[in-house]
């Protein structure tokens, strides 16, 4: 196949291990501030109230809301129902940016500076442009251009993000790649004439993930890494 000219990453999962980011921060911060909580079921959980809460904004039950201001809402009920006590107005705040300082998995930074060097690249997240810009800081992320939600005022798997993004870069659905771990996303986009590369990411909810260990469907690329997907595009 020809190659696209563009590729967009999908990026909680695909790019940035959030599950183990968050963990051991919040692990190492109840135990320097002495607060007792099981701050690993309180990441799962709060990983676990992403969807819905956006999905209250898709079906019009709230008004468009960014990212940060959903995790922010799920955080302040997570405490309370964790029982969770001792945390001031600066700790809450800091706790919900830690979204904004995630790692990224080994390989995602090497694979996308090769990747760079022939083809445009850039997060398409259901993140807001500001976290997504904070977190390309953080975690080295050598992105040409940031693709948030909040610049379509959608989230994935709506339409306007998918063709928005396309339609910003002057370029066809079938010129541009969605790279992600996750099928429903690729699902979507390939509906939608975008090309697909499935990245492997079998461990991004922890030991017990029970989807997306595998590539559901024949995706256009099938890779277990960001690197293997720069040696399937001939990136050098």
Known sequence: MN???ALLFDTFGTIVDWRTSLIEELENFGKERRIPADWRALVDAWRGAYAPSMDQVRRGEMPWTKLDHLHRATL??????????????????????????????????????????????????NGNVSLLVNLAKYAGL????????????????????????????????????LCAAHNSDLR????????????????????????????????????????QLADELRAD
Not at 102 to 122: C, E, Q, S, T
Not at 142 to 155: E, K, R, T, V
Not at 160 to 174: I, K, R, S, V
């Open 188 to 227: 979507m986009a390939r509906s939608l004439g975008l090309r697909t590369a499935f990245i492997t990411r079998p461990t991004e909810y922890g030991p017990a993930q029970s989807r997306d260990l595998q590539a559901d469907e024949p995706w256009d690329l099938i890779v277990d890494s960001v690197e």
């Open 76 to 125: 302040d009920r997570l405490v309370a129902e964790f029982g969770i006590s001792g945390l001031s107005e600066d700790d809450l705040r800091w706790i919900n940016l830690g979204w904004h300082r995630l790692r990224p998995w080994p390989d995602a930074v090497p694979g996308l500076v090769r990747l760079k060097r022939h083809f445009i690249i850039g997060p398409l997240s």
């Open 3 to 5: 190659p696209p000219r």
């Open 142 to 177: 050598p992105w040409d251009m940031i693709f948030g939600a909040d610049l379509f005022q959608h989230f994935k798997p709506d339409r306007e993000t998918y063709l928005g993004a396309c339609q910003l870069l002057d370029l066809q659905p079938n010129e541009v790649m």
